[in-house]
């Protein structure tokens, strides 16, 4: 069923962004006024991690407003081949 698929096909195109040295203050700004639960950080523009809404809430209850987001992100980002066939990929 995949077989004519690639993995640019189904992946998303548009996503939040966040850079890494916002404070945790800001970023629960950013949760509060979003729907999005997701979020690449970024550093000089460039992808460097993601963060969801539920850690940014944890490190604000648990560390305050002032510490970085880069604290919290998780570094370990994917890049995959866009142009790869889907089925290999899933």
Do not use: C, W
């Not at 993995?7 to 950013?30: G, R, S, Y």
């Not at 407003?65 to 790869?84: A, I, R």
């Amino acid at each position: 069923m995949l077989r004519d698929f690639k993995v640019h096909d189904i992946l998303m195109k548009q996503f939040p962004k966040m850079d890494a040295n916002e404070t945790i203050k800001t970023a629960v700004a950013v949760v509060l006024g979003s729907q999005s639960k997701n979020f690449i950080i970024t550093k000089a523009g460039i992808p460097a991690g993601t963060l969801n809404r539920d850690p940014i809430i944890m490190a604000f209850t648990k560390n305050g407003e002032n510490k970085f987001v880069y604290n919290f992100m998780d570094q370990n980002l994917v890049f995959p081949d866009g142009n790869s066939p889907l089925e290999n990929s899933f």
